[in-house]
């Protein structure tokens, strides 16, 4: 077994521990939290992160799929990093909890990362 000395950074988290997390903006503001993953049946590529946003108690909350590459893992806070405003948050494309179905909408899934100025997961 290796010691500590040995050990390299390893890159994987299961989905648990990442349903949950923190996001923040480019300021160090929280803005929201990841609420799920959608994932590629396929090719098990991470389409998007559902980050939930606004609300009290999960009442009023807002659903916004965001590009996985957009999100950065910042390790000091323990969270993911956007850039993005909370304005442009605010004008970002939104779902409800009960429509996460709507991502399987190549349309709807065109416009969530042309928004972000992504290249869709896809290619």
């Known amino acids: 077994m290796p010691n500590d000395a040995t050990m390299t950074f390893n890159p ?14 480019t300021a160090g503001d929280k ?5 799920n993953l959608m994932l590629d049946k396929r090719s098990g590529k991470v389409a998007y992160a559902v980050m939930s946003f606004g609300g009290f108690l999960g009442i009023g909350e807002e659903y ?6 957009s999100l950065d893992y ?4 323990e969270g993911y990093v956007v850039d993005i405003s909370e304005d442009q948050l605010r004008k970002a494309p939104t779902l409800k909890r009960t429509e ?12 969530v990362y042309s928004y972000y100025g992504a290249a869709p997961f896809w290619y």
């Open 12 to 25: 994987l988290i299961s989905s648990d521990r990442v349903e949950g997390t923190t996001v923040y903006n």
């Open 31 to 35: 803005i929201g939290h990841i609420d």
């Open 64 to 69: 916004h799929p965001l590009p996985w590459q």
């Open 74 to 77: 910042d390790e000091r806070q």
């Open 100 to 111: 996460y179905d709507r991502l399987r909408d190549d349309a709807y899934g065109r416009s």
